[in-house]
């Protein structure tokens, strides 16, 4: 069990629970958004390098494209994101709580207030086909915990244009979770990171409802490779916090 209070505080949020985290500023920008401050400070910029190689960002001017970021948070890395947008001359959308945007500037950004899809309905109608790149960066986890991820995606691809791109960065996989920690190169981490002598926690074969795991996500691959885009699933890089146990998904429209 994991003995850092904030640990379990920051378990299974609810998109309420963020709001109520955004307007706490007893509160880091990392905690804000459900981290632990360990697993973000120092490290964002790293996270944003590889959004950028994942959606092939290169440097150079992309006028008239969009970017849409589902579920900024409040953090340096929408800040990052904005600022690139900016550099490419790229349009900026973001969607997430009133109080995680009321964080973030509004200058040249088209801010959509609320729950992404059901309280958004003007920014699908307005955007069907029209969207360079998505991204939804450590989101995915939270909507399957709270709502239908399918409906999710399945309204986020429907706004991608031919070529267009989706990123669902950063979601943790118990099934590759429970792989590493049996592992005694993720014992030794385990052991290491929580200065501890004691085993990771790793039940095989039960039940782990509220989880993604490796059906869910190749189920998702599966379906929206039925569906007619390309999709599959990508590895962090060694440098983001918790590669050895998430991974990322990349959704392409033909
Ligand atoms: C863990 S934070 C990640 C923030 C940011 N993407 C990052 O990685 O730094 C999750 C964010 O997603 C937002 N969120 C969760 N579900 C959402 C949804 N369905 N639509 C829009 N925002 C959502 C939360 O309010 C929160 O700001």
Redesign the pocket.
């Known amino acids: 069990m994991n003995q850092n209070p904030d640990f379990e505080r920051f378990q299974n ?1 609810s ?1 309420e629970d ?2 109520t985290l ?1 307007k706490d500023n007893s509160l880091s920008q990392y905690q ?4 632990l401050n360990i697993y ?1 400070e120092g490290k ?1 910029k790293n ?1 944003f390098q590889d959004i950028i190689l994942k959606l092939a960002l290169e440097n150079e001017a992309k006028e008239d494209k969009i970017l849409l ?7 340096e ?2 800040l990052m994101i904005l600022d690139l947008c900016k550099d490419l001359s790229i349009k900026p959308i973001l ?3 009133k ?2 945007l009321d964080q973030l500037p509004s200058e040249g950004v088209v801010k959509y207030e ?7 309905p003007t920014l699908i109608s307005d955007y069907q086909n029209k969207v360079d790149y998505i ?5 995915l986890h ?2 399957f915990y ?2 239908c991820i399918f409906k ?1 995606l399945d309204v986020a691809v429907s706004l991608l244009k031919p070529g267009g791109k989706l990123l669902m ?2 979601i943790p996989n118990i099934s590759k979770r429970k792989r590493f920690y049996s592992t005694e190169t993720g014992i030794a981490y385990h052991q290491k990171f929580m200065n501890t002598d004691s085993l990771p926690g790793v039940n095989h074969l039960i039940p782990e409802p509220t989880h993604i795991d490796d059906g869910v996500l190749l189920g998702i691959v599966q379906r929206y490779r039925n569906f007619g885009f390309d999709a599959c699933l990508l590895p962090q890089p060694s440098t983001l916090p918790m590669f050895n146990r998430r991974e990322d998904l990349l959704i392409q429209k033909y």
């Open positions: 949020l998109f963020f709001k955004a804000k958004i459900g981290f973000r964002e996270i970021d589902i579920g900024p948070g409040c953090s890395l929408p969607v997430d709580s109080e995680m609320g729950y992404f899809p059901n309280d958004v991204v939804g960066y450590s989101i939270y909507v709270n709502t999710f960065g950063d």
